[in-house]
């Protein structure tokens, strides 16, 4: 399948200062992609020369085979960390606003607007200001002004910040519901725990170069360090034929490091041999933290 | 250019439909009209106080019924007593004061003091008055008992009318109140501009903050151009002006004459009360009055509207891309902004002072220069207007003004751009200037 979006060995520099370092990656349709990296790591550069706020300094980014142009913007959705409204405005008159400026005609962007309205049950809500509604409910706003014009790639900078879990699952489960209709997103963020739910692919950005990316799943797996958690019913009296190393043991909770993947049902065979009963038993996957950090030391190293 | 109609429609839009500028285009001319009302009221009033003054008159000078005529509230009676009299029983009388005129001993002298006795000092409307009665009858009698000549007397006062005359025949005549009429006229020209300037400017400048406070400026640049929004914010802010500068060149005539015929104060009333004071002649002010108005008639206004509204649109523009400039560097500290408006500020100021002395002689050379220099002839070339300036210069300062709009409005734009995404840096003229010239 044709990519999306096509980054190409682009960099931006302030300055003396690199932002983004010679970074390249490609988005197939409908994925789900996660830009990580600490704070002032180049997420949002790089997220702005993709929206052509700013200009590519070197490199080129393609979008739908096409090199990003003046028409570019109004395909994209973006939701920007630094986001906000006009507060005096009408609820009504700000979607309608924002959405003419993507291109959608007054009688679209109307009756577009109306279903999200009413998707989120929200729909007398259109004669409000702005000010009248709370940060979630603007959030809510916010959401719908980025994505009312039904665009090809959706780019959400931090877009949890400032939610509440409720508000969280809601624009989560629109955030899937908008990636099984198609729709390409790039979730972009420096809290890794919010990603290893949603995304299929990821990339890590650190001090402006990509320093790992990849599938999520192949990703763990090969960061994975073998370790095994197991939970017994009881303290197990003797372990010192237990196949694998004991790195930790708890009461009856016991973390083993295996060789090989093909010993986890020796582990098992051992404790019901000896008529212990398991409650759980299962691979301990390193988070995205950890791999985060430790891809940070070995880039260092 | 879809979306820069959009972005203008909403700025327009949504500061017409504002009720605090509702209330503020209606009520200023209100507030003119009933500060009219309140002139008026204030110079129309006299004591409303009744008064009796007893005049005790040792020149002789009162002998006829007409010298003791009431004044406002005041009458006044002859009184055939002394002073000391009048003072002795004054609260038998009913005198509320006594005047007393001294015997006339040396007709030559220059100076002659008469004496007012009352329980309160005398206003100075009822002194005025009275000094000038007394002085209009010091001067017959002295005439009368010098057996001067009235007519020749008269024939000593002489008044001196200055008529501008060209030197070449085709050139037009002009009347002597040609000068004074383009004076009032440009002032007041130039007056409307520095306001307008500051007003829509500032109105410019708080309305980027906001967006750059509110974090809605990077959501809006990920659908319009930097350039696009900015242009679209003047341009709508600049409609918004001249709505408002129509609404009140409309509604200020109107609700002086509604004004004035309902409070039954005329700005005529006001004009012969100082007259009075005055002492000058009702009827001469009428002819001069009706020359005035025609001389106002007579101005070219077919090319001075035309030209006022250009300059109203170039300063304009000049100045509010400025301050659009320093808006987006300013962000969300007001006080920081300040200092960073005060070179912008010090132009207008300045050409303000230009302007006033440019009224006054408005063909010296500061007064060329300053109405062709672009920071200064918004302010300055409206106020030569009526004073028809050679057409070389009219040219050069429209050609000099659009250039520089053109080329402020790129500046700005280029230091817009980068300023809306800067948060948190401290902004300085240095830092302008870089961004000016930083590749984004």
Redesign the interface.
């Known amino acids: 399948m044709n990519s999306i979006l096509s980054v190409q060995q682009v960099s931006k520099h302030y300055g003396d200062y690199t932002a983004v370092n010679n970074i390249s990656f490609e988005l197939k349709p409908g994925q789900l992609f996660g830009l990580l990296g600490p704070n002032g790591a180049g997420k949002t550069s790089l997220i ?1 020369m993709m ?1 052509t ?3 590519i ?1 070197e490199g080129s980014i393609f979008f739908n085979q096409e090199k990003i142009n ?1 028409d570019t ?2 395909l ?1 959705g ?3 960390e ?8 009408k609820v009504g008159d700000q979607l309608l ?2 959405a ?3 291109g959608l005609s007054k009688k679209d962007a109307k009756a577009k607007i109306q279903s999200w309205l009413d998707r989120f049950e929200i729909n007398d809500w259109w004669n409000k200001e702005i000010n009248e509604l709370s940060k979630g409910m603007q959030q809510k706003i ?1 959401f719908i ?1 980025t994505v009312v014009h039904e665009p090809k790639l959706l780019i959400l900078d931090e877009p949890f910040s400032g939610l509440d879990p409720i508000n969280t699952n809601l624009i989560k489960s629109e955030i899937f519901r908008l990636k099984e209709a198609g729709t390409t997103i790039i979730f972009s963020t420096h809290r890794m725990e919010q990603v290893e739910e949603i995304c299929e692919e990821i990339m890590l950005v650190n001090k402006g170069r990509a320093i790992l990316k990849g599938n999520l799943q192949e990703i763990r797996n090969q960061y994975k360090k073998n370790l095994y958690e197991i939970t017994l019913d009881q303290s197990p009296a003797d372990l010192s034929n237990l196949p694998g190393n004991i790195q930790e043991q708890v009461d009856n909770q016991i973390i083993i490091h295996l060789e090989d993947d093909a010993m986890s049902n020796e582990i098992l065979s051992f404790f019901t041999k000896q008529g212990i009963r398991i409650r759980s038993f299962k691979e301990i996957l390193p988070s995205l933290n950890e791999i985060f950090i430790q891809s940070v030391e070995e880039v260092e190293a | 250019m879809k ?1 820069l109609k ?2 203008i429609q ?1 700025e327009y839009l ?1 500061r017409v439909k ?1 009720k605090s500028f509702i209330i503020t285009t209606l009520i200023t001319p209100l507030a003119i009209g009933l500060f009219i009302f309140v002139l008026g009221f204030i110079l129309s009033y006299s004591d409303s106080e009744k008064k009796t003054i007893a005049v005790v008159d040792h020149s002789g000078i009162f002998n006829k019924p007409a010298d003791l005529a009431k004044s406002g509230n005041t009458s006044f009676e002859l009184v055939d007593a002394t002073v000391e009299e009048l003072k002795a029983n004054f609260e038998d009388t009913n005198f509320d004061a006594i005047l007393y005129i001294p015997e006339i001993k040396n007709l030559y002298a220059q100076s002659h003091t008469i004496f007012f006795y009352s329980e309160k000092s005398p206003s100075l409307d009822l002194e005025m008055v009275l000094s000038n009665r007394v002085k209009n009858k010091i001067r017959n009698f002295k005439i009368k008992e010098l057996n001067l000549n009235q007519k020749e007397l008269d024939a000593l006062n002489t008044s001196v009318d200055l008529d501008p005359e060209p030197i070449s025949d085709t050139a037009k005549d002009k009347s002597k109140h040609t000068n004074a009429v383009a004076a009032g006229l440009g002032g007041f020209m130039g007056f409307i501009m520095y306001l307008t300037v500051f007003i829509y400017g500032m109105m410019v400048l708080r309305s980027v903050m906001e967006e750059k406070t ?3 400026v ?8 930097p350039f696009e929004l900015m242009l679209g914010k003047i341009i709508g802010v600049g409609g918004v002006g001249l709505t408002q500068l129509a609404v009140w060149a409309i509604l200020i005539p109107i609700i002086q004459i509604i004004a004035s015929m309902f409070w039954g104060i005329d700005t005529s009333d006001i004009n012969q009360l100082s007259m009075d004071q005055a002492g000058i002649d009702q009827e001469d002010v009428m002819g001069e009055f009706s020359m005035i108005m025609s001389e106002i008639a007579n101005q070219n206004w077919w090319s001075i509207i035309p030209l006022f509204l250009f300059y109203f649109l170039g300063g304009y523009l000049l100045y509010a891309s400025m301050f659009a400039a320093v808006g987006s560097a300013i962000g969300d500290d007001m006080t920081e902004g300040q200092a960073l408006t005060i070179p912008i500020t010090i132009p207008v100021a300045i050409a303000f002072y230009i302007m006033i002395v440019t009224v006054q002689s408005p063909n010296s050379n500061l007064a060329i220069f300053s109405s062709i220099f672009p920071l200064f002839s918004p302010i300055v070339m409206p106020a030569r207007l009526a004073f028809e300036p050679p057409i070389w210069q009219m040219i050069l300062s429209i050609v000099v003004l659009i250039g520089t709009c053109l080329f402020f409005t790129w500046v700005a734009g280029r230091i817009y751009r980068i300023g809306i ?1 800067m ?1 948190g840096k401290k902004a300085s003229f240095k830092e302008l200037f870089r961004w000016f010239f930083k ?2």
């Open positions: 702005r929206t706020i700013t200009s300094d003046s913007p109004g994209i973006y939701m920007p630094e986001r906000g409204l006009y507060k005096k405005m606003y924002l003419q400026l993507k916010q002004s | 979306n959009l972005i909403r949504s504002k509110n974090r809605i990077e959501v809006m640049i990920s659908s319009v151009k995404l948060y590749q984004y």
